[in-house]
């Protein structure tokens, strides 16, 4: 195989990352390209590391009069090799080694960057390149984002990294939990983004697991059924009318399966993450918040045999929050199959 | 059912009337889609079109995204079309983006000139890439300097510890401590013009009037101002005013030792899996264990995971363990840490200091006044002295430094040590703000 090292443009890259972590490794590791990211699925800013990455890989392959786009599989063992993921406490050299025989759909790097690749690709920063199967390419917006540098979130100029994310983010048209595949390239009907900072001005706040139930079920946000569903479903579980598990059983979860219930789980950390890191929310804890008038409701939300234990922190929008859902909400999700007849 | 083309034409047509503010040409879109009417017709339908003479707009808001609404099979051709209408090139460069610069009508450089990669913000910008310290490029431990919407760099002085970080690193002296507080001089409006610039020019300009203005003169601070900085910074980030927590408190560690020279780096932040909360990566290396307000004074805890950051340090950075230095480093000196580190030194012959945030502030104000210290000075801090830096071994470490430099017996020696009885000589549980007030 082609070794990305090889190739200038990574050479220097790698040269760059090596020089922070060339000391990292486990004691009995000989491999000393590793490194841990910090939380690579919940932070923007490891996002903007993986685009420049993916950036580079592209100009040199359009360089190389390889096409003007990025290959998943390259980009995933670029940032493997130059130190960009692993798993915690295994030596990359050894987890590749392990991998070696699987299909790329096993190779753990491999689908930890198509998962990010994919949320770049929801935020409208790469798209596919048509006619290649696994291959992207930067759009404007990610071709701007790349330009951003030092801490997140910084500013070029009176632009700021802030904003455009945001605005970014409030396009998002992203898949409810229960979309297939086929509705994952253009048929979004979800504001997932919009529809969780909706949920939260309800009251103020929402947990991770109240996100799963109401956001990330929405089928499509344009048939107002199901956006009062939404509320209502909310408003009963606040209320005690139903616990967690009925919430869970009405959006088709099994709360019997534990990957299921886990798997929407995740989902909203990571946009949950992405508001606090922008500002658009604070986390406070249960205990604390409205001086803890909350965690009698919650008990009661969770006091039944459930896969999750009962919540210790609470999502409160902010003021920053507020005025940006002031600004969007008024703005209507137009679907692509809207074009057709 | 719709053709293709129809649908890439409707596509590109109601992009370019939801991001035009004024509406389109119909004429000038007869160039582009000779069947508009038909798709006029059709978008009329669906949407809210206010048609007037010769221009069409769009009367209501909608999300359409070029990106995030089309499929990527049609996309190319809708992007081109979409372009041509709203005739504008696909994003501008943020390296071309306006940017402010200030520039003084007398050549007067003691105020802000609004820099480019501005010293007193961001270490250097290729630290982005600083896989091991999440926050390589914060200056400001609490990340309170920032670009306002008029692209001028601001201090939320509200929240200002006085570290004095980014005093001492801005070239031209205009930041300086007033009141506590770090302030930016400004030039009035008759003193300066202020440019709209690009980023190269304002990197051009930055460049030019640093070589200008040369070395930066050392400040010579008084015993009073240094002991009201010192007890000023101790107020601020105890438990009773900011409680800094970890990210601000490691990384006031980290700048304060880089700023004296060494090559610092927050290691402690969550996923890094590292002991070391600050590691110090060269000349010599040492694994710190730091305790910010919010978690606790330095315990016998923080002790021994002092002892393991260094042996995990050793290990990263392929070194023999003894040529590791461990420290403990925190606002207080808890009950028991000091016996606990004499212990380790008396039973094992293991050195860890432990110091306080005022000690560590204390040094690099002493650094960047009158007396620079050299990574060798700087090293007798972590091989020669175990338990709690007091008064005493304060005083003992710049004697050792007056006798490296040939100042023994020199009135600046005398001046020290008054300086540090001065500082350092309060009551204990005082000094370090967390109880002053309590």
Same mark, same amino acid.
Request: with cysteine.
């Given at each position: !195989?082609?070794?990305?090292?090889?190739?200038?443009?990574?050479?220097?890259?790698?040269?760059?990352?090596?020089?922070?972590?060339?000391?990292?490794? #486990?004691?009995?590791?000989?491999?000393?390209?590793?490194?841990?990211?910090?939380?690579?699925?919940?932070?923007?800013?490891?996002?903007?590391?993986?685009?420049?990455?993916?950036?580079?890989?592209?100009?040199?392959?359009?360089?190389?009069?390889?096409?003007?786009?990025?290959?998943?599989?390259?980009?995933?063992?670029?940032?493997?090799?130059?130190?960009?993921?692993?798993?915690?406490?295994?030596?990359?050299?050894?987890?590749?080694?392990?991998?070696?025989?699987?299909?790329?759909?096993?190779?753990?790097?491999?689908?930890?960057?198509?998962?990010?690749?994919?949320?770049?690709?929801?935020?409208?920063?790469?798209?596919?390149?048509?006619?290649?199967?696994?291959?992207?390419?930067?759009?404007?917006?990610?071709?701007?984002?790349?330009?951003?540098?030092?801490?997140?979130?910084?500013?070029?100029?009176?632009?700021?990294?802030?904003?455009?994310?945001?605005?970014?983010?409030?396009?998002? #048209?992203?898949?409810?939990?229960?979309?297939?595949?086929?509705?994952?390239?253009?048929?979004?009907?979800? $504001?997932?983004?919009?529809?969780? !900072? $909706?949920?939260?001005?309800?009251?103020?706040?929402?947990?991770?697991?109240?996100?799963?139930?109401?956001?990330?079920?929405?089928?499509?946000?344009?048939?107002?059924?199901?956006?009062?569903? !939404?509320?209502? $479903?909310?408003?009963?579980?606040?209320?005690?009318?139903?616990?967690?598990?009925?919430?869970?059983?009405?959006?088709?979860?099994?709360?019997?399966?534990?990957?299921?219930?886990?798997?929407?789980?995740?989902?909203?950390?990571?946009?949950?993450?992405?508001?606090?890191?922008?500002?658009?929310?604070?986390?406070?804890?249960?205990?604390?918040?409205?001086?803890?008038?909350?965690?009698? !409701?919650?008990?009661?939300?969770?006091?039944?045999?459930?896969?999750?234990?009962?919540?210790?922190?609470?999502?409160?929008?902010?003021?920053?929050?507020?005025?940006?859902?002031?600004?969007?909400?008024?703005?209507?999700?137009?679907?692509?199959?809207?074009?057709?007849? | 059912?719709?053709?293709?083309?129809?649908?890439?034409?409707?596509?590109?047509?109601?992009?370019?009337?939801?991001?035009?503010? *004024?509406?389109? *040409?119909?004429?000038?879109?007869?160039?582009?889609?000779?069947?508009?009417?038909?798709?006029?017709?059709?978008?009329?339908?669906?949407?809210?079109?206010?048609?007037?003479?010769?221009?069409?707009?769009?009367?209501?808001? %909608?999300?359409?995204?070029?990106?995030?609404?089309?499929?990527?099979?049609?996309?190319?051709?809708?992007?081109?079309?979409?372009?041509?209408?709203?005739?504008?090139?696909?994003?501008?460069?943020?390296?071309?983006?306006?940017?402010?610069?200030?520039?003084?009508?007398?050549?007067?450089?003691?105020?802000?000139?609004?820099?480019?990669?501005?010293?007193?913000?961001?270490?250097?910008?290729?630290?982005?890439?600083?896989?091991?310290?999440?926050?390589? *490029?914060?200056?400001?431990?609490? @990340?309170?300097?920032? &670009?306002?919407?008029?692209?001028? &760099?601001?201090?939320?002085?509200?929240?200002?510890?006085?570290?004095?970080?980014?005093?001492?690193?801005?070239?031209?002296?205009?930041?300086?401590?007033?009141?506590?507080?770090?302030? &930016?001089?400004?030039?009035?409006?008759?003193?300066?013009?202020?440019?709209?610039?690009?980023?190269?020019?304002?990197?051009?300009?930055?460049?030019?009037?640093?070589?200008?203005?040369?070395?930066?003169?050392?400040?010579?601070?008084?015993?009073?101002?240094?002991?009201?900085?010192?007890?000023?910074?101790?107020?601020?980030?105890?438990?009773?005013?900011?409680?800094?927590?970890?990210?601000?408190?490691?990384?006031? &560690?980290?700048?304060?030792?880089?700023?004296?020279?060494?090559?610092?780096?927050?290691?402690?932040?969550?996923?890094?899996?590292?002991?070391?909360?600050?590691?110090?990566?060269?000349?010599?290396?040492?694994?710190?264990?730091?305790?910010?307000?919010?978690?606790?004074?330095?315990? %016998?805890?923080?002790?021994?995971?002092?002892?393991?950051?260094?042996?995990?340090?050793?290990?990263?950075?392929?070194?023999?363990? @003894?040529?590791?230095?461990?420290?403990?480093?925190?606002?207080?000196?808890?009950?028991?840490?000091?016996?606990?580190?004499?212990?380790?030194?008396?039973?094992?012959?293991?050195?860890?200091?432990?110091?306080?945030?005022?000690?560590?502030?204390?040094?690099?104000?002493?650094?960047?006044?009158?007396?620079?210290?050299?990574?060798?000075?700087?090293?007798?801090?972590?091989?020669?002295?175990?338990?709690?830096?007091?008064?005493?071994?304060?005083?003992?470490?710049?004697?050792?430094?007056?006798?490296?430099?040939?100042?023994?017996?020199?009135?600046?020696?005398?001046?020290?040590?008054?300086?540090?009885?001065?500082?350092?000589?309060?009551?204990?549980?005082?000094?370090?703000?967390?109880?002053?007030? *309590?």
């Amino acid at each position: !195989m082609l070794n990305q090292r090889d190739i200038p443009e990574h050479k220097n890259l790698a040269a760059k990352l090596e020089k922070n972590w060339e000391h990292i490794g #486990n004691q009995k590791s000989q491999n000393k390209d590793i490194f841990w990211p910090g939380k690579p699925k919940s932070e923007l800013s490891e996002y903007r590391k993986y685009l420049l990455i993916a950036y580079t890989e592209q100009k040199r392959s359009a360089q190389a009069g390889e096409g003007d786009c990025f290959s998943e599989n390259v980009v995933a063992e670029i940032i493997a090799q130059i130190g960009g993921m692993n798993r915690p406490g295994v030596s990359f050299g050894k987890t590749a080694e392990q991998y070696k025989n699987e299909t790329t759909a096993n190779k753990s790097h491999i689908t930890s960057f198509r998962m990010s690749n994919r949320i770049l690709k929801f935020l409208g920063f790469v798209c596919r390149e048509r006619g290649k199967s696994n291959y992207y390419k930067l759009t404007s917006y990610g071709k701007q984002w790349v330009k951003f540098q030092g801490e997140f979130p910084s500013k070029m100029g009176i632009l700021s990294e802030s904003d455009f994310i945001v605005e970014r983010l409030m396009n998002a #048209n992203v898949f409810g939990v229960h979309d297939t595949i086929q509705t994952w390239d253009y048929r979004f009907r979800n $504001r997932i983004f919009l529809n969780l !900072m $909706r949920c939260i001005n309800i009251n103020g706040y929402i947990t991770n697991t109240e996100a799963v139930v109401t956001a990330f079920h929405l089928h499509d946000e344009r048939c107002p059924e199901q956006m009062n569903q !939404m509320i209502d $479903r909310l408003n009963r579980l606040r209320n005690g009318e139903i616990n967690i598990v009925d919430a869970y059983r009405e959006c088709n979860i099994d709360p019997r399966i534990k990957p299921a219930v886990t798997g929407a789980y995740d989902g909203p950390k990571v946009l949950l993450s992405f508001c606090r890191s922008l500002g658009l929310l604070k986390e406070d804890n249960i205990t604390e918040y409205n001086n803890g008038k909350l965690k009698d !409701m919650y008990k009661k939300m969770f006091a039944i045999r459930f896969q999750i234990s009962e919540p210790k922190v609470v999502n409160i929008i902010t003021t920053y929050g507020k005025k940006i859902l002031e600004q969007e909400k008024t703005r209507r999700l137009v679907g692509f199959d809207e074009l057709y007849f | 059912m719709s053709s293709i083309s129809d649908l890439i034409d409707r596509a590109a047509l109601l992009l370019a009337l939801s991001e035009s503010k *004024s509406g389109l *040409s119909l004429s000038e879109l007869k160039k582009t889609f000779p069947d508009i009417d038909k798709q006029i017709k059709f978008l009329g339908k669906k949407f809210k079109l206010r048609i007037e003479g010769d221009n069409v707009s769009l009367d209501e808001k %909608i999300c359409f995204d070029l990106y995030q609404s089309i499929p990527s099979d049609i996309l190319p051709e809708v992007e081109d079309k979409f372009r041509i209408l709203i005739s504008q090139p696909a994003l501008s460069d943020p390296d071309d983006e306006p940017r402010k610069i200030i520039i003084s009508k007398d050549g007067n450089l003691t105020s802000c000139i609004n820099c480019a990669d501005p010293p007193c913000m961001t270490y250097n910008k290729d630290e982005v890439f600083n896989a091991v310290d999440s926050l390589a *490029s914060r200056v400001c431990p609490d @990340n309170l300097i920032q &670009i306002d919407s008029d692209g001028i &760099i601001q201090i939320d002085e509200s929240k200002c510890t006085g570290c004095m970080i980014c005093v001492n690193r801005c070239p031209f002296s205009a930041i300086t401590l007033v009141n506590d507080v770090a302030k &930016i001089s400004r030039f009035t409006s008759t003193a300066a013009d202020v440019k709209d610039v690009n980023l190269s020019e304002q990197r051009k300009i930055t460049d030019e009037l640093k070589v200008k203005v040369g070395d930066k003169p050392s400040q010579i601070y008084s015993k009073e101002d240094i002991k009201k900085t010192l007890d000023n910074f101790d107020k601020k980030v105890s438990k009773l005013e900011q409680n800094w927590d970890q990210d601000p408190y490691y990384v006031c &560690i980290r700048n304060w030792l880089n700023e004296l020279g060494l090559e610092a780096k927050y290691t402690g932040s969550p996923g890094k899996l590292r002991v070391a909360d600050v590691t110090i990566d060269s000349p010599f290396a040492v694994g710190i264990e730091a305790k910010s307000p919010a978690e606790s004074d330095v315990d %016998i805890g923080a002790i021994r995971q002092a002892d393991h950051a260094r042996r995990q340090t050793a290990s990263f950075l392929d070194k023999n363990i @003894n040529d590791v230095y461990a420290a403990a480093i925190g606002q207080g000196v808890g009950r028991g840490s000091n016996n606990e580190a004499q212990s380790l030194h008396d039973q094992e012959g293991k050195i860890i200091p432990i110091m306080t945030g005022r000690v560590l502030l204390y040094i690099f104000l002493k650094h960047i006044s009158d007396l620079p210290m050299t990574p060798q000075d700087l090293e007798k801090l972590f091989s020669d002295f175990y338990g709690e830096m007091t008064l005493e071994e304060i005083k003992e470490f710049f004697t050792e430094y007056f006798s490296a430099h040939n100042m023994e017996g020199q009135q600046i020696e005398t001046k020290t040590m008054e300086e540090i009885d001065y500082c350092f000589s309060t009551n204990g549980r005082q000094q370090r703000g967390s109880y002053s007030n *309590s």
